[in-house]
Every structure is written in structure tokens, then in C-alpha cells.
């Protein structure tokens, strides 16, 4: 092989190599979200298989409720109930308040955060108001109930876990209340 | 390295006509001139990022908004970084490596010349763009020169001009690279075996190497914010499913390598210059090579160290902890060899040994307080803060632009046939070392006592320190211009310089006549 | 070797003379108020002295080298190139010396990412450029904003002792009570932290972060975000107030009440008629805390980046564009933020009857607090 041809090669394996680290970076985020789903940090919104519902009653986990609102977002959001103790195992049910207090219907979406992160792999959401857009209309108040469990092997360190939505308006919804379910 | 035991540089072919005036330099292909060009806009770049460095002095002389507005302030931090580590430090090795591979490797020129004035001439539309951007509405992009989301998704068309400048500025890097990994791997001499090869080509390889993987992340990255920006992407935004850290992760994953790439061509400078002025070869060149890939590897399994407070798990923040504080080791081993090297030699202290050793004391800081900031714990509370800036100024300032600055004394010589004054290039020493310490180690300080970073006003208790690194910055940034003043009475009226200049030089630049000749070994030397 | 010895004199130098007293032990933390802080603070002190030891030790040899082997006539230079037990050496030594590290350093992290068992929970929201304490349990939230008057930064009054460091509320927290933070953030990236309690967690937004504290003694404690968020990064400061648990509850009780009355008073105030010297000299207020750092004193802003309220075209249009501009922000100019859930609807008719009507406008009417409360519902 002629140096011409060596250089010519290497020159396209760098390039190839070059063009692939490009794409590497936009495998990225969907490798970050599977890492993310898989060690429990961020999970966001999917109905989870229930297991581990052996109901620990030795034990008490204190579940911390907060609400955000991104600005601009003319709702009133709270948890009904600032904090619930919970046993292990033990099918839980919560709610949230979601007021419109504006004239327009507006959709919104809820982002689930958990604290300490790594506990968002323990809390079993069986019903979420999380997993769907949820379109309110104008003046109306709205309960959203959350139904979990927290599965019985959270790491036994972990005392007090805290879940915090955050919702965002999704624009240019205008589906009706029925169409978007609870 | 293994001796080259006789090297015969066969008598050279007669130059074709050189060419002259601007069509020289905008179409030529030899690697002399392009280094040239390389190095004169990195130049022109350090001054241009040096009066934003002391325009953001200027301001944080005292307490107080005195000169500038907190939003200018933000512009103008941003910017520094951004063009002294892409226009000034990153041009400024290419540069050098243009001039001095072919040279040291016994080739004609680089592997592919005319990709190498491509890669040069994408630099000045790039650089322009980059400073334009002051003066669009909005001013330029004020997210630091780590533009992280969702504060750059923020930021005015500054931002997206400074997005298309990177991807010109990615691409000169990515290409150059190319031709430097191609010219090492096959352009070298019959007989110029890997591990006969000087340490600044093996230090260029592996920097090669790293710039090929990690500068294509950094632009995947920067068109995802352009995306966000602009076309409804989410990338970076959690009311779409996406995450502002995910930016953190795929930035540091390219900016930690980015700091080795801006240190290792610093690195083989060192190894060049330290053995010529200790008329000894290079202690332990073996190892410095396995050092230096220990380095290029370990660069891609750190990058978390940059992200101890966004509130990773205990696992996470504990492996890049670990992983952070093995990069001493082969760094370390580098430093001793430095010294090994000194050590039973026969020192004279010309410019570039000076800067040589300046290097070595002043790296040496800054790598042990990276040793400091790896520990995570101490790292949350100086995170942010001056200490950081103490740091990576003490090993790109004091480290990457030292090294350059020993690299210039030690081959201009070379280069135009023509010695520099030694006295004036020992003042420029002398003045830059004090005035650095000056300015940079009392920002240890400011960092420990807690002052964070880009702000442009602080509170009363660090306004002491302020002052003296502000004085610190006028003496160093005008010492520069002392360096400006050394190497264009050098090019127009030095004294001749011999072939060899330096008593204990070795390596096959040195076999060359002073000035090197345009076109040098067009007939390959033979080595044994 | 005596240039050395002078660069070295030169360099140091400066640092005995400036004036040391408003800074403590020099290369040192702020002194710590918690078990974390001072965790840190002795680890940081180990692995300061280990670096430290090895600079030293290096410098030693580095000179002596310069000084014992400097070219003579006497001696020629040795050709050796290696010495394998000092090269294995010199990579085992360190390797150990990273181990002792490594002991202290990972307890540490543990400590500091136990959250477990905590007395109080706050959530902290960073804004753009302000804090936000949420006390989940109890029902209590509060703006937290930087209070230094603007006259001090421009240079026009003397700076006082907490220039910078200083809050209208500050967060206020009970002794010895282990206290959890929960930070996010409604904008940007910012990050909350107090040397004090060694104490640093990014606010990312739309998402929670834990961290905790426990502070040892009563005291004002102060911090500045620690994350570039914008223009006024560097005027947002955090300010701590650790009471005992009975002020701490006096406080709570404090809080509880002013926000029954705030309440109180908004729906009274929505009822009110409003003269415009009330709106006005209210409005003054909110605009000196609120609105002169981009629109400036005499309302002739920084354009085109911060308009000018003077003349401006929205200031002086019709109500509602104003009104809209300043309760929802600017889509084109990110700049200027959404106010309507940082200012109350006094507050909003205040400010904005005020600008309408000053730096040389006239525009001559009032907007009042049941003005604003009805764009409200309206808002879409």
C-alpha cells in the first residue's frame, strides 16, 4: 500500500470517527433516559407494575406532597394533604387541587420529581394525574387523585421521600375536559 | 527516547520560487506558513481576550458597579473564555505543531496540505463572528463560556452566532487534527520508529486523538441548544421530558477532555525543552509515553467532577472522585520525570528554560489544588467560587501559555535564523511570573473565603484581595506586550542563530540550517 | 537561585502586607456552624496539608537542582535515562498517599447525602434574581430579596458592613433541628449556598434536589447563589437566620398571622378605592425595589435590551398592554419576567399607575388592585 493510500484510509476512518462521535452525542439523551429510568433518578410518568406490596407495618416512610407552577401558568395548584405517613407495601392514595382561574381552557403536564432521587424507583404509581395532559377548563376546580405504593425494599436508610409536581402549560391544547380523562 | 544513532540529511532540493504577498498567504500550503498564520491570529486572539480579561479587572478593582453593567460584565467573562481557550490557546498548539511536526519526523510537510489552509482560513470568519456578536441586539451570549441550559436557551441571537462559530471553529479542529494524526502515523521518516519520536509528536497524537472523539460531542451539543433554541426541540427543557443536567453531562463529557487537549501539547513542549538545557535526554521517556495515554483515557471518565452539586447519588459522586484523583498519577509521574531529567544535568537558564521551570513549579499548583477540588465534599464548597478560576488559570495560564511562550524562545531561532534578545525575553519572565502569582493565587483565597464567580460586584470582604489581583492583571497584561516587542525585533534585526542554536539541542530540526529552509526535507533524511 | 528567591519574596509579599483583618484565617473556610462544615473544613485542612507538604518537598528538590547542577567546568552532565525503582516508586507513593485520601473524603460524601430523618423540610425556588422559601408543612412561604440599596452599587451612598449580603426576609431556621432543603427553580439553573454550613445544591428547574443542614449555634449566616443565572447572578444573596426553637416558633406563629391579615387585606384591598398619591407613592416603592435595576432611576432603561419607560410606548399606551407587559413578561424579551405571582394586585396597580405617570409621562390614570385582579381571571 502506498503511503497515499494509507493516509487516504485514515483519513476516512477519522472522519467516520468524527461523524460518529456527532451522532454519539445524540444518542445521548435517549441513553441519559434509559440510565435515568433504570437506576430510579427522574422517572417520570409511566404506570408502574406493582410488586413488593408486602405491607411492611414495622416500618413508616414519611411522603412529603409539594405542587409548582412554571410562571405564567393562571392555575392554583396544591396537595391536598402536606404529608402522609405510609408503611411499605401499603396502597396509598392522595390528592391534588388544580384550580383555572382564568377564562380559557389551558392544558397542562405534570412532571414528577422525587427526593432523594433515588427513591422515585421505589414509589409504584399505580394512577397518576402525571400520565396525561390534563386540560382544565375555565373556573373549574379539579381534584386529581395520585394512587401508590412504595415498594417494600426501599433502602432502609430512607425515611422521609418527597414528590413534587411541577406543571407546565402544554399550548395549543383545546381539547375538552371529558376528552383528557382524570 | 530510543537514540537516533545517525541521522543524514541529504542536501536539499532547490526551492521552487517562493511566493509572495497576499496570495501567499491565503492559498498556500506549506506548513511553515501556515503555522505562521496560526500563530500570529492565536496572538492576535490572546490580546483580544486579554482586554476582556482586564476590562473584567478593571471592574472588580473595588466593590461597586463602576464601569460596566452586570450584563455587559457576564458578556465579556463569557467571551474571554470562549476566545482565549478556541482563538487564542487551541490556534497557538496547531500552530506550533504545523511548524515543528513535518520537521521533527523528517517530513516534506504535513499529510495533507491543502486541508491544512482549509482548517486555518475557517478561523478568522469564525473569530469574527464570535466578536460581531457584540454588537447585535442583545449583545453577545452572557451564559459563560460554558453556555449552560436553560440560560443560553435564553439569550439573544448573540447566542446562536457564537453556536455557528463554534461549529467553524470545531470543524478547523476536527480537520486539523485528522492531518496531524495522519502526518504522525505516516508521514515519519524510514527508520523514525514511534518510540524514536520526540514527546511534544507523541503529546500532539494522543491530543489528536482526543480532539477527532470529543469536539463533534461539543457541537451535537450546541446544535441541540440551537435546536431548543429555535425549532421546539426539548432537549434541555423538563416541561418537554428533557433535563437541563443533560446538558452538564454532554458538555463536560466533551469539556474535560477539551482541558487535556489544551495541556498535553503543553506537556511535550516541556519534554523538549528541559532535556536541551540540561544537555541530558529525557528521564524516563518510556513512561512519559504511557503517561500521556494514561491521560487520554482517564480524560473520558471524569467529567462528572464539574457536576458534584447538581445532586448526583452517592455512587455516581463517589467513581468520578475516584477517577478524578488517579489523573494525578500519571500527571505526577510527568512532573518527576521533568525533574529526573534536571536531575545530574548541566542547567544553563536561557528564556526558554526559564518558562520550562516556571511551568513546573507553577503546574504544580494548580494540579494539587485539582487534587483538592476532586475530593467532592470540599469540592461543594468551592465549586463556583474563585478557587476554581485560581485553578484551571494556574494550569492553562501559567501551564498551557507559559509552555507556549518557552516554545516560541526555543524555536524562533529556528524558524527565522535570527536569536532573540535574552535579556528582554528574561524581563518578560520575570514580570509574567510575579504578576500572574499576583494575580491568580490570591484567588485561591477569594474562593476558600467563598466570593462565586461571574458576578460583577462582591461583598466588602473580599474587596482586598480583588484589588491585588486586579493590580496583579494590568502588570501581566501589559508584560505581554514586552513578548510582542522580543519576537518582532527578532524576525526584523536578531543576531544570526547556528543550525543548532542551543548547545545541548537534539532532534532532526535541529540538523536543519537556520532559518529552516521553505521546503525541508523534500528528499527524506535517513535515520539509524 | 536568587532570582528565584526574589520572585518568590515578590510574590508573596503582598499577601502580609494588604490588610488581613477583614479576612480570617487566610488560606481557610468561613469557620463552619454544622457537622457537615466542619467535616469539610477538616478535610479540606488534611488534603491542603498533604498538597501543601508535596509542594514544598518538590519546590526543595526543583531548587536544589537549579542550584547543585547548574552548568560548571567542574562536572558534565550524566546520560542516564531511567531508574526503575524511583519510577515504580513515584507511582506507588502517590497511589497510597490518593488512598488516605480516599478514606475521609468518602465518609463524607455519605454524610452529606444522608437526608434521612429530617425535623423541617424548606423547599427554596430560585428566581430570576431572587429566592423563594417554602415551608411545606406549615403552610408559610416567602420572597426572599436582595435589600441593598441600588444608590450603594452605583456608588452613590457609602457601602455598609452586609453590602450585598443582605435580604428583605430572611430564611429562618430553629438550632440543632436537622433541616432538609428541597431546591429547584422556576427559571435558569441556580444554586444555594452557604460556606457556613458547607452547603451547595443546584436549583435545577423542574425538579426537586435534596440536600440537609443542622446548624450548631444561633447566628446570621449568609450565602450568594453560586450558579451564573442572568445579570443579577451575582444580587441575589441568601441570608440565614438560626434562632432558638421557642423564637423560632414565636416566628412561625408571626408569619402564620401576617399571612392571615395579607389575606385579609387583599380582599379588602380589592374592595378599596385607591387615591392616585397612594398608588403613586406606593408604586415608587415597588419600583425601587423591583424595577430600577434594568429600567433605571429615571426610567431611560438600558435599550435595546432594557426599554425605556420614559415615553415608552408600551408605558404610555393603553392600560391593558401595560398592565399584560408587567404581569405576564415580554415573549419577545426574556429579560423582562412574568410579576403577577411575586407582587401582590396592590403592589402590580401600584407600580404600574406609577410608571405611567412618571419619568416625564403623564399619562394621567390609575389602575387599581381590583383592576389587576380581574385581568386575572381573564389571563389566558
Known sequence: MTTATRQRRLFLILIAVAAAMFGFG?????????????????????????????????????????????????????????????????????????????????????????????????????????????????????QMPVIFLIDSSLPSDVSTVTLSYTFFEVPGRQTTAKESGT | ????????????????????????????????DIGTLYLIFSFAMFLVGGSMALCIRAELFRP??????????????????????FGAVMPAFVGFANWQLPMMIGASDMAFPRLNNFGFWLLPPAAILLISSFFVPGGATAAGWTLYAPLSVQMGPGM????????????????????????ILHRRAAGMTLMKTPMFVWTWLVTAFLLVAVMPVFASAVTMLLTDRHFGTHFFNAAGGGDPVLFQHIFWFFGHPEVYILILPAFGIISEVVPTFSRKPLFG???????TCAIGVLAFLVWGHHMFTVGFGVGPELFFMYATMLVAVPTGVKLFNWIGTMWQGSLTFEAPMLFAVGFILVFLVGGVTGVVLAVAAVDVQLQDTYYVVAHFHYTMVAGSLFSLFAATYYWLPKWTGRMYDETLARWHFGLSIVFFNMTFFVMFFLGLAGMPRRIPDYPLQFADFNMIASIGAAGFGFSQLLFLYVVVKCVRRGAPASSRVWEGAVGLEWALPSPAPWNSFEIPPVIK | MTRKALHILAVTAPLFRCGLTRAQSVPNFQPPKTQIAHQIYDLHFFVQAICAGICVAMFAVLFYAIVRFRKSPRRTAL????????????????VLILLIIAVPATHAVFAMKDTSNPD?????????????????????????????????????????????LEVDHPLVVPVGKKIRILVTANDVIHSWFVPAFGIKQDGIPGFIRDAWFRVDEPGVYRGQCAELCGKE????????????????????????AAKQSAAQAGDAAGAKAYSIEDLMSGGEKVYTHTCIGCHQANGQGLPPAFPALANGKTATGPVAGTIHIVMNGSTKNPAMAAWKNQLSDLELASVITYVRNSFGNSVGDLVEPKDIATVRHQNP
Open chain 1, 26 to 142: 445524540y444518542v445521548l439523551p435517549p441513553l441519559y433516559a434509559k440510565v435515568c429510568q433504570l437506576t430510579g433518578f427522574n422517572r417520570l410518568q409511566s404506570s408502574d407494575a406493582v410488586s413488593g406490596t408486602q405491607q411492611d407495618s414495622n416500618r413508616t416512610v414519611l411522603m412529603q406532597f409539594d405542587s409548582n407552577l412554571r410562571d405564567g401558568l393562571p392555575w392554583n395548584f396544591r396537595a391536598m394533604q402536606a404529608t402522609a405517613p405510609v408503611h411499605p407495601g401499603e396502597l396509598v392514595q392522595v390528592s391534588y387541587e388544580v384550580s383555572n382561574t382564568s377564562d380559557h381552557a389551558i392544558s397542562g403536564q405534570a412532571i414528577a420529581s422525587y427526593a432523594p432521587a433515588g427513591a422515585a424507583a421505589y414509589v409504584r404509581k399505580l394512577e397518576c394525574f402525571c400520565f396525561s395532559i390534563q386540560t382544565i377548563a375555565a373556573h373549574e376546580v379539579r
Open chain 2, 1 to 32: 527516547m530510543n537514540e537516533i544513532q545517525e541521522i543524514a540529511v541529504r542536501p536539499a532540493v532547490e526551492p521552487v520560487e517562493k511566493p509572495h504577498g497576499i496570495m501567499r498567504w491565503l492559498t498556500s500550503t506549506n506548513h511553515k
Open chain 2, 64 to 85: 461597586g458597579l463602576q464601569f460596566l453593567r452586570p450584563e455587559l460584565f457576564n458578556q465579556l467573562t463569557t467571551m474571554h473564555g470562549l476566545v482565549m481557550v
Open chain 2, 160 to 183: 446562536d452566532m457564537a453556536i455557528f462559530a463554534i461549529h467553524l471553529l470545531g470543524i478547523s479542529s476536527i480537520v486539523g487534527a485528522i492531518n496531524i494524526a495522519t502526518t
Open chain 2, 285 to 291: 521517556y518510556r513512561s512519559m509515553v504511557l503517561a
Open chain 3, 79 to 94: 546520560q542516564f535515562t531511567g531508574y526503575r525503582p524511583v519510577e515504580i516508586a513515584w507511582v506507588i507513593v502517590p
Open chain 3, 120 to 164: 423541617i423540610t424548606v423547599k427554596i425556588t430560585g428566581y430570576q434574581w431572587q429566592w423563594r422559601y417554602d415551608y411545606l408543612q406549615e403552610n408559610i412561604g416567602f420572597y426572599s430579596a436582595l435589600s441593598t440599596p441600588r444608590a450603594q452599587i452605583e456608588n452613590r451612598e457609602a457601602k455598609d458592613e452586609n453590602y450585598l
Open chain 3, 233 to 256: 447572578h451575582g444580587f441575589m444573596p441568601i441570608v440565614v437566620n438560626a434562632v432558638s426553637e421557642r423564637e423560632y416558633s414565636a416566628w412561625l406563629a408571626e408569619q402564620r
